[in-house]
């Protein structure tokens, strides 16, 4: 249901009044590059993602809606050396923040906006990216503000998208709501909801709920009272059940291509050891089995991260070894220890390579013209090779033109 606009007005200060007192996220300012990266940052990578295929271009425009201090603004302008990037954001005290940030680390492709993302159509032209992490789930009506970015989504380009799950941040709702009931007439007094919230973790026993999922979950990061001042004491929060999620996403216009961790939406890895369930499971739809797994690993799932797409957008999913042989193979602009027989995808997951595709992949860094036939020609490595190497993620594949 949508807020009426005093409400809408009401609930955006006192967010606006959160992010001012504990700018958000809190990560030090450092006078280089950011360490790292997040493959969904990266433009080639998010659309090799959601394409199967490197794109065309890199010279895109990328929007970061709702950026905080400027964190995720940072490694977009990084990780995309072709890009220009706008961050917009409700908070002054956060944007201040974030322009520090990028000035300090050579991000000086980013500019900034004080703007909500109800009003984003105030700014000119589309975007082939927009990154909106952690940010529709705290506005008043996040129908509205879905919508509004989808207008702004150029033809053929991507969403991506993070909200929090209900069943896996059960425990944090039952604090926000004791919180507020212990703050009574000075709630939205946001440094004194810290103040109680880290008294009720010191008051309660070791062995209740609340403070075990902290200690197991969450303590690390809420050491930092940005951080659980986000999580306990925020004004606005939607969580958001499979269900809900796609009444969400079906609002948006824009066509689901799927999450970003798909598996952990694999059902195989919770009910792997039943066929008989397994084949079940088969004759159901993806939606249908999205709310199977989160019913059944409701810990597992605080959120949910994916892509939505604004048609047209291509799809190529390799599978004939005749299209395969005819790609023109690259490095996955997102590996860690290259060059090296032993790294980390995009993922973060340990590869150990065997000789022939460390040579292949040797070939494919810088390559621009040399398809996977005429390199599995040149090294021993097979077709499956290769496709692993590309389910590994290790690879990008393009068409020829």
């Not at 212990?182 to 946001?190: A, E, P, V």
């Not at 190529?316 to 996955?332: F, G, K, M, N, V």
Request: net charge negative; with cysteine.
């Amino acid at each position: 249901m949508s807020q009426s606009q005093p409400d809408t007005q009401r609930i955006s200060a006192a967010v606006a009044k959160l992010y001012n007192t504990y700018p958000f996220p809190p990560e030090p300012l450092l006078d280089e590059p950011p360490p790292g990266y997040n493959w969904r940052w990266s433009w080639p990578a998010a659309y090799s993602f959601c394409t199967g295929q490197a794109p065309e271009t890199t010279a895109v425009r990328i929007l970061d809606a709702g950026c905080g201090t400027g964190v995720g603004t940072e490694y977009l302008v990084h990780l995309n050396p072709d890009a220009t990037v706008l961050g917009i954001d409700l908070s002054e005290g956060a944007l201040t923040v974030a322009k520090e940030r990028c000035q300090r680390s050579g991000a000086d492709r980013a500019s900034f906006l004080h703007l909500s993302l109800y009003d984003v159509e105030q700014v000119p032209g589309e975007f082939d990216l927009i990154n909106c992490v952690g940010v529709l789930h705290h506005l008043p009506d996040p129908i509205r503000g879905i919508q509004a970015l989808s207008q702004k989504l150029a033809p053929s380009g991507i969403m991506h998208i993070f909200v929090y799950a209900a069943h896996g941040r059960w425990e944090i709702q039952l604090m926000q709501e004791a919180i507020a009931l212990l703050q009574g007439d000075k709630r939205g007094d946001y440094k004194d909801g810290v103040k109680v919230g880290r008294q009720i973790f010191a008051s309660l026993p070791d062995n209740n709920r609340l403070v075990q999922r902290e200690n197991e979950r969450w303590s690390m990061e809420n050491q930092r009272d940005e951080c659980f001042a986000d999580m306990y004491v925020h004004p606005q929060e939607v969580d958001y059940t499979i269900d809900t999620l796609f009444d969400l996403i079906d609002a948006s216009g824009l066509e689901f291509i799927g999450f970003s961790n798909p598996q952990v939406w694999d059902v195989n890895r919770l009910l792997g050891k039943a066929p008989e369930l397994m084949e079940r499971v088969a004759s159901m739809s993806d939606r249908q089995r999205y709310r199977l797994v989160e019913l059944l690993d409701p810990s597992a799932i605080t959120h949910y991260e994916f892509f939505l797409g604004q048609p047209p957008l291509p799809k190529t999913d390799w599978a004939a070894d005749d299209d395969l042989l005819a790609a023109i193979p690259s490095l996955h602009p997102c590996i860690d220890g290259w060059p090296s027989q032993t790294l980390f995808n995009a993922d973060y997951q340990i590869i150990k390579l065997d000789n022939a595709q460390f040579l292949f992949l040797q070939a494919c860094d810088g390559n621009r013209d040399r398809t996977v036939k005429a390199l599995v020609d040149s090294f021993e490595i097979s077709v499956e090779g290769v496709r692993s190497l590309l389910d590994q993620r290790l690879i990008m594949l393009s068409l020829i033109d």
